[in-house]
Nanobody, 115 residues
Framework: QVHLVESGGGLVQPGGSLRLSCAAS????????MGWYRQAPGKQRELVAHISSGGFINVADSVKGRFTISRDNGKNTVYLQMNSLKPEDTAVYYC?????????WGQGTQVTVSS
C-alpha cells in the first residue's frame, strides 16, 4: 500500500502561482512514476505532468512552459510548481503513484484561479 498526501491548493488570482506537494509513504520502493492529474467540473481527468524514477518528465501541452514537476527522493515527495495560472487551470488536482500492477491516488486538492 502507498499513501499519498497532497497539499498546497487554494485560491489564486490569474497570473499567480501555487506549488502543490505530494508526499508518499508506505511501500514506495516499487513506484516507478509519480505524477499530477486534474479534473475540472464536467470534464474527464487529464494528465498534467509526471516524472519517472529515472527523472524522465512528461508535461501536458496545455501547461508546458508554466508548470514544472520535480521530485525530492529523500523526502519521497513530488512537487508541481504552477506559474502564470489561468482560470482554465481551475480543477481538483490529484497526485498518483504508479507501480507495476497498481496505481495509487491521493485525495485531491482544489485549485481555483479567479479574480
Amino acid at each position: 500500500q502507498v499513501h499519498l498526501v497532497e497539499s498546497g491548493g487554494g485560491l489564486v488570482q490569474p497570473g499567480g502561482s501555487l506549488r502543490l506537494s505530494c508526499a508518499a509513504s508506505g511501500s514506495i520502493f516499487s513506484i516507478y512514476r509519480m505524477g499530477w492529474y486534474r479534473q475540472a467540473p464536467g470534464k474527464q481527468r487529464e494528465l498534467v505532468a509526471h516524472i519517472s524514477s529515472g527523472g524522465f518528465i512528461n508535461v501536458a501541452d496545455s501547461v508546458k512552459g508554466r508548470f514544472t514537476i520535480s521530485r525530492d527522493n529523500g523526502k519521497n515527495t513530488v512537487y508541481l510548481q504552477m506559474n502564470s495560472l489561468k482560470p482554465e487551470d481551475t480543477a481538483v488536482y490529484y497526485c498518483n503513484a504508479e507501480m507495476p500492477t497498481i496505481t495509487f491516488w491521493g485525495q485531491g486538492t482544489q485549485v481555483t484561479v479567479s479574480s
